[in-house]
């Protein structure tokens, strides 16, 4: 099982980032997708969520509207669309697969700063 997250970096405040996550080694069209994320000295909190078939998804308050959760079955990839970036939104972001198990990126970092 491999989960590989891409596209964090250095963004200025009211800037945009994609963060990507390609999923291997199991079936992804039949697990749940999550993003969290921890910033130092932080809990990790989940940010957003996403159902096996793409219908249904869960924002966390701090980044409804702003941030937009989808996936792409046929690629085997979920995506994070992040816009209107804070600096409250710096954080190491990790994509993690669930359904029943659970199994977790590395994480990519995202630091929002000007």
């Known amino acids: 099982v491999q989960l590989v997250e891409s596209g964090g970096g250095l963004v200025q405040p009211g800037g945009s980032l994609r963060l990507s996550c390609a999923a291997s080694?199991?079936?992804?069209?039949?697990?749940?997708m999550s993003w969290y994320r921890q910033a130092p000295g932080k809990e990790r909190e989940l940010v957003a969520d996403?159902?096996?078939?793409?219908?249904?998804?869960y924002y966390a308050d701090s980044v409804k509207g702003r941030f937009t959760i989808s996936r792409d079955n046929a690629a085997n990839t979920v995506y994070l669309r992040m816009n209107n970036l804070k600096p409250e939104d710096t954080a190491v972001y990790t994509c993690?697969?669930?359904?029943?198990?659970?199994?977790w990126g590395q994480g990519t970092q995202v630091t929002v700063s000007s």
């Open positions: 996403i159902t096996s078939g793409g219908g249904s998804t």
């Open positions: 993690s697969a669930h359904r029943g198990a659970r199994y």
């Open positions: 080694g199991f079936t992804f069209s039949s697990y749940a």
